[in-house]
């Protein structure tokens, strides 16, 4: 009779993330730059529909964008970031990505 | 109050559009303007149509390029289609902020509008074109919300 091979590793090495794994998995930030010619009602429905976010939330976001110059106004996953990104340039928006420190 | 309104949501959900002749000329040159400027790379838009999301790379990766400059080159195409329209519907009115919203971010970033002080210096008719398409992006953004 067969004998079963064992299932499990016998080590653990492989548990332990790499530090380029770590970097990769740290969030990548969508942020948003102020201009001086943009609608602020503009830059809050646009916020609306891509980010699906509600009024009070996308008018914060805004406000930030007009008073401190930028905001993060999302974080996650890469692919998800550069998406949003290009949904904000589409709609005519400055916005860059960038990982979280 | 509705009688000065440019853009009226109706009842039906569609976009009256109340754009005299003047009003749509402008802009439909804006929206070719956009679709000329996704296609040519010596039209004054452009640069600033290809500035780059992670500002660590030098260029963008291809298939977000690609998909940016579809959906821009789509949206002002959609709005030289619809622009003599009296009625848009949702699609289309999204479409014109859109494109509109390029078109005044192109025109403020080509002249160097940058900031409140260059804007309060720039010459007579950037102004009005930069005032155009504000009221146009105001009154749109009003519609749509």
Redesign the interface.
Known sequence: MASVQPLRRTTTESDTISEEETQTLRPWSVIVWDDPVTPMSVVVIIFRKIFGYPNAKATKLMMTVHHEGKAIVWSGERERAETYCVKLHVAGLQATIEQDN | MSKNRIFIRRRDGRIEVRLNEHGRNLVRQFAEDVVAAENDIDHAWHRQ?Q??????RDID?PV?ML??QK??AS?AELVVLSVDEEFINDGEG?AW?????????SL?LNEG????D??AKADEGTLVE?HSL?QL??EL??C??
């Open positions: 149509l500035a780059p999301i992670d500002p660590s990766d977000s998909a940016r959906s821009t949206n999204w902020l859109m494109t509109l919203q390029v078109a005044l971010r403020a509008l940058l900031s409140e260059a804007l930069v504000q992006l105001f953004a009003e749509l919300s």
